[in-house]
Nanobody, 129 residues
Framework: QVHLVESGGGSVQSGGSLRLSCAASGSMDSTYCMAWFRQGPEKEREGIAAICTPGTLSTTSYSDAVKGRFTISRDNAKNTLYLEMNSLKPEDTAMYYC????????????????????WGQGTQVTVSS
C-alpha cells in the first residue's frame, strides 16, 4: 500500500507561483510513476505532469496546458513529489491531486487517471485575476 498526502495549495494572484508537495509512505518498487492531476469545478480530472522512474533514471511528461510553466520533480530521500507552478492563471484554479502506480507507463498513458492505483486527498489551488 502507498499513502499520499498533498500540501502547499492556497490562493494566489494571476502571475504568481506556488509549490505543491506530495509526501509518500509505504512500499514502492524501484520502477514506478507518480503524477499530478487536477480537477476544476464541473470539469473532468486531467493529468498535467508525470514523472516515471525506471531504476535510477527519471523521465517527465507534461500536458500542453502547463508545459513551460510547471515543473514536476521528486526527492527520493524524502519520498516526496513536488510541483513547482509559475505564471499561474485563473484557469489553473482546481483541486490538485497526487497519484502513484507501481510499474512504468507509456508516454501516452502517463497523464490518464485510470492507470494510477494510489491517490492523495487533494489540495486546493485558487488563482484570482
Amino acid at each position: 500500500q502507498v499513502h499520499l498526502v498533498e500540501s502547499g495549495g492556497g490562493s494566489v494572484q494571476s502571475g504568481g507561483s506556488l509549490r505543491l508537495s506530495c509526501a509518500a509512505s509505504g512500499s514502492m518498487d524501484s520502477t514506478y510513476c507518480m503524477a499530478w492531476f487536477r480537477q476544476g469545478p464541473e470539469k473532468e480530472r486531467e493529468g498535467i505532469a508525470a514523472i516515471c522512474t525506471p531504476g535510477t533514471l527519471s523521465t517527465t511528461s507534461y500536458s500542453d496546458a502547463v508545459k513551460g510553466r510547471f515543473t514536476i520533480s521528486r526527492d527520493n530521500a524524502k519520498n516526496t513529489l513536488y510541483l513547482e507552478m509559475n505564471s499561474l492563471k485563473p484557469e489553473d484554479t482546481a483541486m490538485y491531486y497526487c497519484a502513484a502506480r507501481v510499474g512504468l507507463l507509456s508516454v501516452r498513458a502517463r497523464l490518464i487517471p485510470a492507470y494510477y492505483n494510489y491517490w492523495g486527498q487533494g489540495t486546493q489551488v485558487t488563482v484570482s485575476s
